[in-house]
Every structure is written in C-alpha cells, then in structure tokens.
C-alpha cells in the first residue's frame, strides 16, 4: 500500500482536492475546532500564504490527491523562528497505511533543510470525563507519540464544538541540534530545489 504513494510540493489549484479532504474533518470531528467548511477562495489563500516560507506538500495516488501537511508560524516573534506547528489531514479512507507517517518523515526533513528545529503539534483531545466520542479520540496523540513527540502540555475544556467540551494538548519533537549561534531559517521556496521528493 504505501509504494502507491507518491508526495509532491502544494499548489493554490490542489486547493479543490485538499478541501475535499478537509471538509469531513469539519464536519463529522473535532479534530478541527473550525465549525464551517472554508471556501475555496479561503483555502486557496491558506496554501498560497503557507508557501511563502514553509512547506504544503500532497500525497498522490494514481493523480488523486489523498493526504497533505503543512507547516505554519508556532509564533510571529523572531525568537521563535527555529519552531513550527505542523497539521497533517489524510483520506478517511487511509488512515492507518502508513501514509501519515510517509507526509510527516518528508515534511519533518524538509524543515530540517530549512534549519528548523523544533516541531511542535496542537491536538484535540477528548475531555476524560466524557468517556464515549464519536467526534474524537486519542488517536492522533498516539501517532506523534509513535513519531517521536512528547506531550509538553494540556489544556482543559478550552474547545466546544457538537455541543461538548474538548480538551487540547501540545506535543513537541526536536529534529535539530541546538547551537549558540544557530543558522538563519531559510524559506521554503529558497531550498525547494534540494528537496529530493521521490525518496518519499
């Protein structure tokens, strides 16, 4: 199954394919806290604003995009340039193929080209007091732990969507030795050219 796949660098006109994949996530879970389905023009905007400086890259499966990942801003300020959030979204219909760990190995390597050094994931969490969710489960907290995150920290009922509470929690990975003087972060679109996608 994995061999079928193929990950390639995000274009504003994958906007259609992506949202597609998207949207469920919006409206069945709460592994998104967004309540409404984005637009087209919405996420064409997010995609384009994300390849300013760091990567949006898809995984393809005979021409049809069925996953992507991204990484964005942990903070504005300067100091925080070396740190990321990362979001990763996969087909419903993959889940456990090994296709999120394939989009998260090629994205934590490219940051790693760009001098990033520290990845850091906000997940959704299920409220321990709400033992039954259909809307959400531990599974994404289990799949950056497999990856090499660590839980660094919880927030409790901060998320209310389908009429409950979530919790929501912050995981961290280094990918990166931490120097003095570290080197400068490059953009994205100034080391694209290094990144070799077919070994993914």
């Not at 409206?27 to 637009?39: L, R, S």
């Not at 300020?77 to 990362?86: C, G, I, K, S």
């Not at 296709?99 to 990033?116: F, H, M, T, V």
């Not at 969507?161 to 929690?169: A, L, P």
Request: charged fraction near 25%.
């Amino acid at each position: 199954m994995e061999n079928q796949f193929t990950i390639r660098k995000a274009s504003v006109i994958d906007a259609p394919a992506i949202l597609a994949i998207y949207r469920p996530y919006v409206q069945n879970t709460a592994i998104t806290f967004e309540y409404t389905v984005p637009t087209i023009l919405e996420f064409e905007d997010r995609i384009r604003n994300v390849l300013k400086r760091y990567p949006y890259i898809v995984a393809e499966r005979t021409g049809t995009i069925v996953g992507y990942a991204y990484a964005g801003p942990f903070h504005e300020r300067a100091a925080y340039d070396w740190a990321v959030e990362t979001s990763i979204y996969v087909d419903e219909n993959l889940r456990h193929t090994g296709l999120g760990k394939r989009l998260y190995n090629a994205l934590e390597d490219i940051l790693r080209i760009q001098g990033i050094l520290n990845v850091n994931a906000c997940i959704a969490y299920p409220d321990r007091d709400d033992i039954e969710d259909r809307h959400l489960n531990t599974n994404s907290a289990e799949f950056h732990e497999h990856l090499g995150y660590r839980l660094v920290g919880e927030f409790h009922k901060c998320g209310y969507k389908f009429d409950r509470w979530y919790n929501m929690i912050w995981m961290e990975k280094s990918i990166g030795d931490h120097l003095e003087n570290p080197p400068k972060v490059r953009a994205f679109e100034d080391i694209v050219s290094e990144v070799d996608f077919s070994r993914y």
